[in-house]
Each structure stands twice: as structure tokens, then as C-alpha cells.
């Protein structure tokens, strides 16, 4: 075979790895998009499910669209070490940036309509490693699927006024949430509320034992209960106003507690409880120091990813934390492509 044979031959081999490499890429992204089957469950479709019949609020996240920053720190107790390996949950003090915000893909959205309030956490340690959660009020999730969840999302948004009650028809899990929906109180403030991991993760010591487990911020300020017309002559932001009164007044505390799962409680379904009787451990406290609104504040290019976790943290068998992971992505790049539509400052609206 004669050099120039090999060269060609070189080049040729070149070429379709290339093609193999970019074919490879391109169905890829294909199926991540749904077009190869398009009855699955993408992120794009979770995504679009939460805009509303008016249309996405441009430029903020797809859901949970209202929110306020705040600054703090998370004074770990060192009793989470024996759990995790994670180097926040050793004895010390770390920074917070969090979001209290509304579970709703109205950015407007008045205050008192909406039952489902979060927060959004990121601390982090010197090192580098970050730990982020998304949590709410809820004790438990809605539904146990991914399929319900986009299912309620759709008939949420849809026009036909039977699509709720076809909904619940299908899945009448829930009802349970519904139950809780009617039941629960309403608070006047963010500082008063119990936020909750929901989804299960699992927390590795230092001799490697694993150990699954949820997490809840517990405020240090008692819950004081409104009724929700009592609420709604307080304003369509009253939140935000109260929580940067109160945390004007002084900080306020959420004690940050871990459940540990007892063998054969489930940790794949979100939507049940784990029973009474498991080990709870307090790790440390949770200290808002500072509110700043959102469109400057620090928490506005924060995706509050859930599978971001430090070492010693993982996620478990849930499937709900991969898939907000995959929507937080795709919310994240929509509202950063539609950036001209964000106000810059606290006092500009959207056009």
C-alpha cells in the first residue's frame, strides 16, 4: 500500500468517527427531546405543562415563578457526621444563599391564593462542595408518579372545567393532598412554615454505611394561623413584605432536622409518609440574616437543583429529584435566553 493509499485511508477513518460521533450526539439529543418517541415523558413536556393558559412568565422560572432572596448561614451541630461524610455537616459555620418563594408559574400571582409555598437552599464550604435543596410546605408530595405529576400539571392549565375531577378520577392518591390542602392553616409569614425534602436521599458516613433519609427546616417561630380571607386584605405581596419586616426586626431560625428511614420504609414514592418512631436528628440551624428582592439579589441565577449535593449526600431510588433536575436545567436555559425580559432592578416591571 502506497503512502498517499494510506493517507486516504487515514482521513476516510477520520471521517466516519466523526459522523459516528456527531450521529451519535444527534440521536441523542433527540430522544432527550422526545422525538423519537413522543408519548415519553421529557423535560421539555414537565417544563411546558406549568405554563399557564396566558403563557410562561418570561424570563423567570417555569414554576415557583414569585420569589425573594435571602442571605444567612447554616451553624452545623457536627451531629450529622454521623450520618454523612458531607463536610457541611461537620461543626462550623457556612454560608446560605436561599429564595422563599410561591408554587406557582405566575410571576404575579397574589399571595394569599396560593396554598404551596418553598424555599430554595444552597450552602456551601470552603472546599467547594455545594449542597442544594428545593423544598416545601407539604408534608408530602401530591402524587407518587412522574406521569401523575405531569397529568396534574396538564389539567391544572386546561380550560375544560371537568379536567380536575377527571384528574382525581384517575389518580385519586390526590385526594389526600386535597385533604391536607383544606385542612391545614395558613400562615402570614415564609418564617413560620415547615419545609420539607419530600423526596428521600441517601447519606453515606465515613465507614461507608449507607443511610436513606428526608430532611425538614422547622422555623424557630411559632406558627400563628390566619384565615386565608383575613390574608388576602393584606396585599398581593404581603410575603415579602412581612418577611423583610420581621427580618429587619431579627434573624430567623429554621432547625434543620434529618429523618432517618427505617428498613422497609419506602424511599421511591414521595407521596407517602414515613411512619412515627423515626430517629430524628437536629444538625444545625438554618440563620436568615438578610432579604433582598430577587431581581438583584443573589439568589436569581441559582437553579436550586436537588441532585446537587456534596459528598456524602446522594440521591436514592426516588425518581423525582433527577427529573426536577432535568426541568430546573431547562427552566434555567428559558429564563436565561429570555434575560431582556427580567426587570434589573426591583422597581422595573416586565413589558
Avoid at 227 to 251: H, N, S, W, Y
Wanted: with cysteine.
Amino acid at each position: 500500500m502506497t503512502s498517499d493509499q494510506t493517507t486516504r485511508r487515514s482521513v476516510l477513518a477520520r471521517m466516519i468517527l466523526i459522523a459516528v460521533v456527531i450521529g451519535a450526539a444527534a440521536a441523542a439529543f433527540a430522544y432527550t427531546a422526545g422525538w423519537l418517541s413522543p408519548n415519553r415523558l421529557t423535560p421539555n413536556a414537565i417544563v411546558d405543562a406549568f405554563a399557564p393558559p396566558g403563557g410562561p412568565a418570561l424570563g423567570h422560572r417555569r414554576n415557583h415563578a414569585k420569589g425573594i432572596c435571602f442571605t444567612g448561614v447554616f451553624e452545623a451541630n457536627g451531629a450529622g457526621s454521623t450520618l454523612s461524610s458531607a463536610p457541611m455537616l461537620r461543626p462550623g459555620e457556612y454560608p446560605v444563599i436561599g429564595r422563599f418563594n410561591l408554587g406557582s408559574p405566575d410571576a404575579h400571582v397574589q399571595d394569599a391564593t396560593e396554598r404551596v409555598r418553598g424555599v430554595g437552599l444552597q450552602i456551601s464550604e470552603p472546599g467547594g462542595e455545594v449542597w442544594r435543596m428545593a423544598m416545601l410546605d407539604l408534608p408530602f408530595f401530591p402524587v407518587s408518579t412522574l406521569k401523575a405529576f405531569h397529568a396534574l400539571q396538564v389539567a391544572a392549565g386546561a380550560k375544560d372545567p371537568n379536567a380536575m375531577k377527571d384528574f382525581i378520577a384517575t389518580y385519586p392518591e390526590f385526594a389526600h393532598f386535597g385533604a391536607w390542602a383544606h385542612a391545614a392553616p395558613w400562615t402570614g409569614s415564609y418564617a413560620e412554615e415547615t419545609y420539607n425534602s419530600l423526596d428521600s436521599f441517601i447519606f453515606t458516613d465515613a465507614s461507608g454505611t449507607a443511610h436513606p433519609v428526608r430532611w425538614s427546616l422547622v422555623p424557630a417561630a411559632a406558627a400563628v394561623p390566619v384565615p386565608p380571607e383575613e390574608l388576602a386584605k393584606r396585599g398581593a405581596d404581603f410575603l415579602e413584605e412581612e418577611i423583610v419586616q420581621r427580618v429587619k426586626t431579627a434573624p430567623q431560625q429554621w432547625t434543620l432536622v434529618v429523618t432517618v428511614a427505617n428498613a422497609g420504609d419506602p424511599t421511591a414514592d414521595p407521596s407517602r409518609t414515613w411512619p412515627e418512631g423515626r430517629s430524628k436528628i437536629d444538625v444545625g440551624t438554618v440563620i436568615v440574616r438578610d432579604i433582598e428582592p430577587e431581581p438583584d439579589g443573589p439568589c436569581r441565577d441559582i437553579n436550586y437543583d436537588p441532585t446537587v449535593l456534596p459528598k456524602g449526600i446522594g440521591i436514592s431510588d426516588d425518581p423525582f429529584p433527577a427529573a426536577r433536575s432535568s426541568a430546573y436545567r431547562r427552566s434555567f436555559d428559558l429564563r436565561s435566553a429570555e434575560a431582556k425580559y427580567y426587570p434589573h432592578t426591583a422597581s422595573e416591571t416586565t413589558p
